[in-house]
């Protein structure tokens, strides 16, 4: 994936300041709501990452128990 999640951290932060910054309303507005869509994103993209990452020690601990069942096998039709 292209995107961490700081960057869209420091995309967020930066749309914070541009609204701290802003004496218009409407542009102040709209960097707040810019500044939560980023850390929405990366509260998203921290989440996928955690579940990828779970997914995929699941599937290679079920591998290695398959392969160890394999084993197991092989070792009982060799007697």
């Given at each position: ?78 007697r």
């Amino acid at each position: 994936m292209s995107n961490t999640s700081d960057f869209y951290q420091a995309q967020a932060d930066k749309c914070a300041v541009d609204a701290a910054a802003s004496t218009l309303s409407q542009v102040r507005d709209r960097n707040l709501r810019a500044e939560q869509a980023w850390r929405t994103m990366a509260e998203r993209l921290v989440q996928t990452e955690a579940t990828r990452a779970r997914q995929v020690a699941a599937t290679a601990a079920k591998a290695e128990a398959n392969a160890e069942a394999a084993a197991m096998q092989m070792d009982d039709l060799d007697r």
